[in-house]
């Protein structure tokens, strides 16, 4: 059987090891361990350390000299400068995807928000993250604005580290529907500033929501 070309085994294998931060398999803080990883993900070093080496690059890891790399933190400060970022940056997009959507895409989101509303009632918070995800991606899609897709793309990863995080907060679940639901309601109307408002404030409301819980629960955000 003929081998994978090893850039391609190294980028296998930074797919595996994103998809296990984000999930919480790879803890915040947590030591990575070469040689389980080598046998988990059935590679060998060299492609590893090249994969550790661009997870570093996106801010996911942190190498430290001697001792290895650790699972990247969340801080205060990082929520901090960076949701007002990514706010415009979304926000923006917003206003691109209304001004492109035509009826089918109007179609796709609606399905995408029933289902988000769907989990949001019953509860499911795992789910309602991943058709939340999903509805940002749709807008960035539509927008159609590479640059906008490519600078989104990495600050997002960095945000995914506090996953679920602020739908723990008491009420967030239901609030955050609200957001969604101004947001596509503006797309629908082909009101690209209004989308872009709401979009804007469902970002920051995201930051509102993550200081409440340092504050309430200050071991799960580092400060």
């Not at 769907?118 to 999903?134: F, K, L, M, S």
């Not at 609200?178 to 404030?201: C, I, P, T, W, Y």
Request: charged share 25%; net charge neutral.
């Amino acid at each position: 059987m003929r081998r994978p070309p090893a850039n391609s085994l190294h980028h296998q294998a930074a797919e595996m090891l994103r998809q296990q931060i984000f999930a919480g398999e790879l803890a915040p803080g947590s030591f990575v361990d070469e040689a389980a990883l080598c046998e988990r993900l059935a590679v060998s070093r060299t492609p590893l350390r090249e994969a550790l080496k661009v997870l570093v690059a996106e801010g996911l890891l942190r190498h430290e000299p001697r001792r290895g790399c650790f699972v990247a933190e969340i801080t205060e400060r990082d929520l901090q400068e960076i949701f007002p970022v990514i706010a415009l940056l979304e926000g923006r997009a917003a206003y691109e995807a209304t001004e492109h959507a035509g009826p089918a895409d109007i179609d796709a989101l609606q399905m995408l928000h029933q289902r988000l509303q769907d989990h949001a009632e019953a509860g499911r918070i795992t789910e309602y993250y991943e058709a939340n995800y999903a509805i940002h991606e749709a807008f960035i899609t539509l927008a159609d604005n590479r640059w906008l897709a490519q600078v989104i793309g990495d600050l997002r990863k960095i945000l995914r580290l506090a996953r679920h995080q602020t739908l723990q907060v008491p009420g967030r679940l239901q609030q955050s529907l609200s957001e969604h639901r101004q947001v596509f309601a503006a797309l629908q109307k082909g009101d690209a500033a209004a989308a872009e408002q709401a979009m804007r404030n469902h970002l920051l409301a995201q930051r509102d929501a993550l200081r409440e819980l340092a504050r309430n629960h200050p071991s799960r955000i580092t400060p």
